[in-house]
C-alpha cells in the first residue's frame, strides 16, 4: 500500500504544490505545511474508496489540510518561535520572471479560504461537477461562484496593472 | 489588459516549477512522522502544559486533602476563598490546555470541503457545550451544596470566621454569586479564544451558501 501511495503521490505532486504555493504563499512554513498535507494524506489513504479519482480525493484531503491548518494556525503562537534560520527560509522569494505568476498568486491570496478551493479546482480544468463534489455544493451554485470568483480576481489584477 | 485570461496565466505559471523546496521532501519518510516539524512542536508544547497543569492541579488537590482530611486544619474563610480560587484557576487552565489539544488534533479531511467545514463547526460547538454543561453542574452542585450547609449548619459553616468575626450572610452570597457565574465565563472566554476560529467557519459557511 505505502509503495502504491507513493507512486501516486509523485504522479500528482504538482496538486500538491500547488495548492501549498497557493494557501502558503509566501509562508516561512509552507515546506513544513507540505510534509503535514502529505502526512494526513498517507492517514486518509485507507479512506480512499476508489469511487472517484485519485487527484479528486487528493484535492480534497489536500484542500481540507491546508484550510485546516489556516483555521487553526491562531491556536499555533508557537509558529513565530521556530527560527527562520531552522528553516532556511529565503530572503527573497520574488523573481522578476515570475512576475505575472506573483500577481496572479497575490490576488488568490485575497480570496477566502473556501474561494480559493474553487478557483485552484476551475483554473486545474475541473468541471463543475467535480468542483461541487469537491466542494460539497451543488453544480449551479458552482457555476455563480466561479463567475464571481473570476470577476473579482480580473478586477483585483487589473488594479494592480494600473 | 482588457481581458485577463486566468487559464492561461495559471499554465504559464505551472509549466516551468521553479519551486525546488518539494523536491527536498522525502515522501517515504514523511508520511512515517506524526506529524510535521512545526505541528509536532504545537503539539508537544500543549502536551507539556497538560502535564504541567495537571501535575500541579494534583500536588494541590493531594495538599488540600492532607491538610483538611488528614490534619484536620480549621482555616478562616479569607485563608480558603484564595485557596478555593487558586483551585478553581488550576482546574480552569488545565480543562482549557486539554480542549485546546483536543481542537488541534480533530480533523474530518476525507469529507468535501464543507461537509469537513460543518463537521468541526459542530465538534466545536459541543466541546463548548459539554464544557459548559460540566462547569454548570459541578459548580451549581457546589452553590447548593454550600447553600444547603449553611442552613443546615453541616460543618460548622456558620461559624467560619472572617477576619476574626462570623462569616457575615453577604460575602457568602457574593461567593454563591461567583460559583454561579463561573459557568458563563467558561463559555464567554471558550468564544473569546476561539474567536478567529468561528470567525473562519462562518465565513466558509457564508461562502458555502447557495445563492
Known amino acids: 500500500m505505502e509503495k502504491e501511495f507513493i507512486e501516486l503521490i509523485n504522479k500528482h505532486k504538482g496538486i500538491l504544490q500547488k495548492i ?10 509552507k515546506e513544513d505545511y507540505y510534509q503535514e498535507i502529505l502526512i494526513r494524506l498517507w492517514k486518509s489513504y485507507p479512506g480512499f474508496k476508489n469511487q472517484s479519482a485519485f487527484s479528486t480525493w487528493l484535492y480534497r484531503v489536500a484542500l481540507n489540510t491546508s484550510i485546516d491548518i489556516i483555521r487553526k494556525q491562531n491556536l499555533q503562537p508557537i509558529h513565530s518561535e521556530l527560527s527562520k534560520i531552522e528553516y532556511n527560509i529565503p530572503e527573497h522569494e520574488h ?3 515570475s512576475d505575472r505568476k506573483d500577481k496572479l498568486y497575490l490576488a488568490i491570496n485575497h480570496l477566502s479560504d473556501v474561494e480559493k478551493a474553487i478557483i485552484i479546482l476551475y483554473l486545474d480544468d475541473y468541471s463543475y461537477k467535480e468542483i461541487a463534489e469537491i466542494i460539497g455544493i451543488s453544480e449551479s451554485n458552482t457555476g455563480v461562484k466561479i463567475n464571481r470568483i473570476k470577476n473579482q480576481l480580473i478586477k483585483i489584477l487589473d488594479n494592480g496593472q494600473n | 489588459m482588457d481581458k485577463i485570461d486566468l487559464k492561461s496565466i495559471w499554465y504559464e505559471a505551472h509549466t516551468k516549477n521553479d519551486e525546488n523546496i518539494y523536491n527536498k521532501v522525502d515522501i517515504e519518510k514523511t508520511i512515517r512522522m ?3 516539524k512545526a505541528i509536532s512542536k504545537v503539539l508537544s508544547d500543549v502536551k507539556l502544559k497538560i502535564l504541567i497543569s495537571l501535575l500541579v492541579l494534583v500536588t494541590f488537590i493531594g495538599l488540600m486533602i492532607y491538610a483538611f482530611l488528614y490534619l484536620k486544619l480549621h482555616l478562616s474563610v479569607n485563608s480558603i476563598i484564595p485557596l478555593t480560587l487558586a483551585g478553581l484557576f488550576l482546574l480552569f487552565k488545565t480543562t482549557s490546555e486539554i480542549k485546546r489539544l483536543f481542537i488541534l488534533r480533530k480533523t474530518a479531511d476525507n469529507m468535501s ?11 466545536l460547538n459541543k466541546i463548548k457545550s459539554i464544557d459548559f454543561l460540566i462547569y454548570l453542574i459541578f459548580f451549581y452542585l457546589s452553590a447548593i451544596g454550600i447553600t444547603f ?6 460543618g460548622g459553616v456558620k461559624n467560619l470566621s472572617w477576619s476574626n468575626n462570623i462569616l457575615p450572610l453577604p460575602l457568602l452570597l457574593i461567593f454563591i454569586l461567583i460559583l454561579l457565574f463561573i459557568p458563563w465565563l467558561v463559555r464567554y472566554q471558550h468564544n473569546q ?3 478567529n476560529m468561528y470567525s473562519n467557519l462562518n465565513d466558509s459557511a457564508n461562502h458555502l451558501n447557495d445563492t
Open chain 2, 34 to 36: 506524526n506529524h510535521s
Open chain 2, 149 to 154: 450547609c449553611y442552613i443546615k449548619d453541616i
Open chain 1, 20 to 29: 501549498c504555493n497557493i494557501y502558503f504563499y509566501r509562508n516561512p512554513f
Open chain 2, 193 to 195: 479564544s476561539y474567536k
Open chain 1, 95 to 97: 523573481n522578476i520572471e
Open chain 2, 113 to 123: 470541503v464543507k461537509e469537513s467545514m460543518l463537521f468541526f463547526r459542530k465538534k
